[in-house]
């Protein structure tokens, strides 16, 4: 489908060669890691991008130009032919903003080992999706200690930070008063700044009010004396 299908090929053949290592723990980190990246290459990287920053418009330029807008030639739309399949039109990033909505690795794990690849999800062994995962988060610069990552240490490794997630603190600034409208002016508490001002202006219009009730009565009077 793309062009990196040459790529994928040798890394796939990479991986065939490597088998986890039991006599060096962090060389098995190693080999996990590059299992990691191959598996990723092979299944994730069309939605996710070559450096895990999501299906951007730079991503797709990257791709052989008759398949940069796959979804118009309807081999990965809805209606894709029987050998083709879906991909969304957007994909996240999978850096800390994503990794954030897991409390720890096992979290992470236990959806896409049910929801990934997009196109066939849980379609993986256990092994591919603990080695994806661990490309993902040593790529976002998370090491978790000298053995591969897996069930036996997932779940006591954190990936939200204590900040993360929580409530904003409320503001100290207190918010200003909305000012207050002639119906609501009647109703502040007697006695209070508030209040006072709020009748001296009452008060005032209805004397200006008054006034210009006053003044039409003369005027009318006066029309009514000379008629």
């Known amino acids: 489908m793309l062009c990196l299908g ?11 060669r490597l088998e986890p290592s039991a006599a060096d723990p962090a060389q098995a980190v190693e080999d996990q890691l590059v299992r990691g990246r191959v ?10 991008a070559n450096r895990l920053q ?45 990794l954030a909505k897991y409390a720890t690795a096992a979290d992470m794990f236990d959806y896409i080992a049910v929801a990934m690849p997009y196109q066939e999800p849980g379609v993986l062994s256990d092994e591919k999706y603990w080695d994806i995962e661990a490309y ?21 490794i954190p990936l939200r930070g204590p900040d993360q997630g929580e ?16 119906g609501e002016a009647l109703s502040q508490p007697a ?14 219009v209805a004397g200006l009010i008054g006034l ?14 000379k008629g």
Not at 137 to 156: D, T
Not at 167 to 182: E, K, L, R, V
Request: hydrophobic share 35%; glycine share 10%.
């Open 167 to 182: 409530p904003q603190a409320a503001d100290a600034t207190p918010s200003p008063q909305p000012t207050a409208t002639p």
């Open 6 to 16: 040459a790529a994928a090929t040798a890394g796939a053949v990479e991986a065939a």
């Open 54 to 98: 999501g299906l951007t418009d730079e991503w797709r330029a990257q791709w052989d130009p008759d398949h940069q807008d796959c979804w118009k030639s309807k081999c990965h739309s809805f209606n894709h032919p029987p050998d083709g399949f879906i991909i969304p039109r957007w994909a996240p990033p999978l850096r800390e903003e994503m």
């Open 136 to 156: 993902i988060l040593h790529e976002n610069g998370l090491r978790w200690g000298k053995e591969p990552l897996g069930p036996a240490n997932a779940s006591v």
């Open 191 to 204: 006695g209070s700044p508030e209040g006072e001002a709020s009748r001296a202006w009452v008060v005032l």
């Open 212 to 225: 210009l009730a006053a003044g039409g009565g003369l005027g009318l009077w006066r029309r009514r004396a």
């Open 39 to 48: 598996a990723y290459g092979l299944n994730c990287i069309s939605c996710h």
